[in-house]
């Protein structure tokens, strides 16, 4: 699979050449959208946190669509504060020949700027050139007749350096460089970190609370590792609506923070054949003692240490479960090591 940061679609509708007729996308749009997505290519920044799309939409066509596209991309692209490295622009030269029919030579030319339609129908050669101030970064040719010296070559690429900077000031009177951040509609990304548990409880059950923060804010929220998650937002109203829902939510059920080693008193609420449930602080869902950390001694059930549903009891706590979250308490570890059991093996008869 191959995978794309930056796209360019090339729309050419039959009406921009008075036409009728449902267009489609065929040889030529293909062609002239891959040259004028490899013109803008050169100048997007290295690296970025989005995924980059220009369309393209020609309404109008009297020349070269694919070169005006390079020139309306990048400002388009600088007017939505992507940090493009330099404005690229394009252009199109023509060239018109006579060629003796007796020697089959070259007798006159004449290169053509920013050709029209029918110079292209009628001329020699299409040749398309996208640059910056700094050099190339695209370059087309089509050539109709069997071949042309190399010097016209050479003074079609200096016409067109020539012609792309007088198009590259026009630009600039517009805009000369990016904004400094992206635009009030632009979309936002941010990463979240959180604790393994308070993921759990944002998600809610069955991703609930995700669901209900993309229906209503058009945040999505993808997980990037164990600890983070990745905020995605279509604007910056929107994150900071869902950042609000999301403080919301784990103030809403936001628990005391509890101190690893420290030894706390709780109230035992329920008991249960594997342990009994106890609850440390009010806003602390009960936490389940299991009976092997009841005591020094093997417990089968709490009944046995005349434990009971309301009786304080004293734990000391160790975190939580790396891998479930859960509280871990125990008791055993407060009691001394048990007294040993005596067997007197001699006996007098």
């Not at 946190?49 to 220009?54: G, N, Q, W």
């Not at 517009?174 to 409880?201: F, N, W």
């Not at 809610?204 to 804010?217: D, F, P, R």
């Not at 570890?333 to 093996?345: D, E, M, S, Y």
Request: charged share 25%; hydrophobic share 40%.
């Amino acid at each position: 699979m191959k995978e794309k940061n930056f796209m360019l679609h090339y729309e050419f509708p039959p009406y921009a050449t008075n036409e009728t007729g449902r267009g489609g996308i065929g040889r030529r749009e293909l062609g002239h959208g891959a040259l004028a997505e490899k013109g803008l290519k050169a100048i997007l920044p290295e690296e970025s946190e989005f995924t980059t799309r220009v369309t393209s939409e020609v309404l109008e066509s009297n020349g070269s669509s694919s070169m005006a596209s390079v020139c309306g991309g990048s400002l388009a692209l600088m007017d939505a504060g992507v940090a493009v490295k330099e404005p690229a622009a394009g252009v199109a030269m023509g060239l018109v020949t006579r060629i003796n029919p007796q020697s089959g030579q070259l007798e006159k030319h004449k290169i053509l700027t920013d050709l029209l339609g029918i110079e292209d129908y009628m001329g020699d050669m299409d040749f398309k050139m996208a640059a910056t101030a700094s050099g190339l970064t695209a370059i087309q040719a089509d050539i109709k007749l069997p071949g042309i010296p190399f010097f016209i070559v050479v003074k079609a690429l200096e016409d067109g350096f020539a012609a792309t900077k007088q198009i590259l000031d026009i630009m600039a009177q517009t805009i000369a460089q990016p904004r400094k951040s992206l635009k009030p509609c632009g979309p936002v990304t941010e990463k979240l970190e959180l604790d393994h548990y308070k993921q759990m409880k944002l998600a809610g059950i069955g991703g609930y609370n995700l669901k209900k923060i993309k229906s209503e804010t058009g945040v999505t929220m993808t997980r990037i590792d164990e600890k983070s998650f990745q905020v995605f937002a279509p604007n910056i109203e929107a994150m900071t609506e869902a950042k609000e829902m999301i403080e919301n939510i784990l103030e809403k059920e936001k628990e005391p923070d509890l101190e690893f080693g420290a030894i706390y008193t709780g109230k035992i609420v329920e008991i249960r054949d594997t342990g009994v449930m106890v609850e440390l602080h009010p806003k602390l869902k009960p936490i389940l003692l299991h009976n092997t950390q009841l005591d020094q001694r093997k417990v089968s059930h709490a009944s046995t240490l005349g434990m009971d549903v309301g009786h304080e009891i004293t734990v000391k706590y160790f975190g939580r479960d790396p891998a479930t979250g859960t509280h871990r308490i125990s008791r055993k570890v407060l009691q001394g090591p048990p007294l040993p059991f005596i067997r007197n093996l001699t006996s007098t008869i």
